[in-house]
């Protein structure tokens, strides 16, 4: 479960560029189209010959078909589930790093807005220029992490010294508050 | 053929075969519900799209269960 401090809050959610899960689902579709052209191609007959149901075959063909709907429909919510739950959680103060691997398994990590010293951008190829997405590496001296394969990074780039700016600002208000004190 | 014509499950002809995969696919569907159930809830931020993705996936899954039932049960198969 993700802790988040009191009063925290969330700025942006950002996930993965979808273009994994699109082509996933685009799979799935195929697969989902395929015993249509097989009927068309004439396997239904194996198929009644094999259940011996001479009767009423669209019935078959129906049951056979919606089961193997569902098989997709729940293959399509695992790769779902594995793309929506791999986010980076941005909030006023830190930035939560969320791996999801698989469905069973998942990594988070915390780090300071803060404690960021430099946040670059990864020399981009041309689908990822093509598609406006990248990696960042971010900076925070001994540590570093990535932001890989996401939407508009120079966006992202801007959000997070923003919330910096805004947390620095805070603290320095703070300390002049006390010094007057 | 050969190979299909020979495959039963648990000593059952080919007919009580499909409804061996229904009960199959339904035990598939409710593990899975748990599971995503589970990972979605421990994301934490149960905002709305979570919560339309979860009543899609329900509504879908337990129409195309249903549907297949139905289908089974109009074959006139016998388990």
């Known amino acids: 479960m993700i802790a988040y401090d009191k009063g925290e809050k969330i700025v942006k959610i950002v996930r993965r560029h979808s273009l994994a899960f699109t082509l996933e689902t685009l799979f799935l579709i195929i697969a989902a189209i395929l015993p249509y052209v097989a009927y068309l191609k004439g396997f239904d007959a194996t198929v009644i010959s094999f259940f011996n149901i001479s009767n009423n075959p669209f019935f078959l063909n129906a049951a056979l078909y919606t089961l193997w709907l569902l098989l997709l429909w729940i293959l399509f919510f695992i790769a779902w589930s594995d793309f929506w739950l791999d986010a980076w ?7 939560i790093d969320v791996e999801q691997y698989g469905i069973f398994r998942r990594r988070i990590n915390y780090y300071r807005i803060d404690k960021i010293q430099k946040i670059n951008i990864f020399d981009r190829t041309k689908l990822e220029k093509s598609m ?46 006390e010094e007057g004190k | 053929m050969s190979v299909f014509q020979n495959f039963t499950l648990f000593s059952s002809g080919p007919k009580e075969t499909l409804w061996l995969l229904w009960l199959l696919m339904l035990l598939s569907f409710l593990v899975m519900s748990l599971i995503f159930s589970r990972a979605w809830k421990q994301f934490g931020v149960h905002n709305s799209a979570l919560l339309f993705a ?12 249903g549907f297949s039932a139905l289908s089974l049960l109009l074959l006139n198969v016998n388990f």
């Open chain 2, 54 to 65: 979860e009543f899609i996936y329900y509504i879908i899954s337990i129409f195309l269960l």
């Open chain 1, 89 to 95: 959680i941005i909030t006023d103060g830190r930035i």
């Open chain 1, 132 to 177: 406006n997405y990248g990696t960042l590496l971010i900076n925070l001296g001994e540590d570093s992490f990535k932001m890989e394969e996401i939407k508009e990074p120079e966006n992202l780039q801007e959000l997070i010294l923003g919330e910096q700016k805004k947390i620095l600002n805070r603290l320095k208000t703070t300390v002049t508050f």
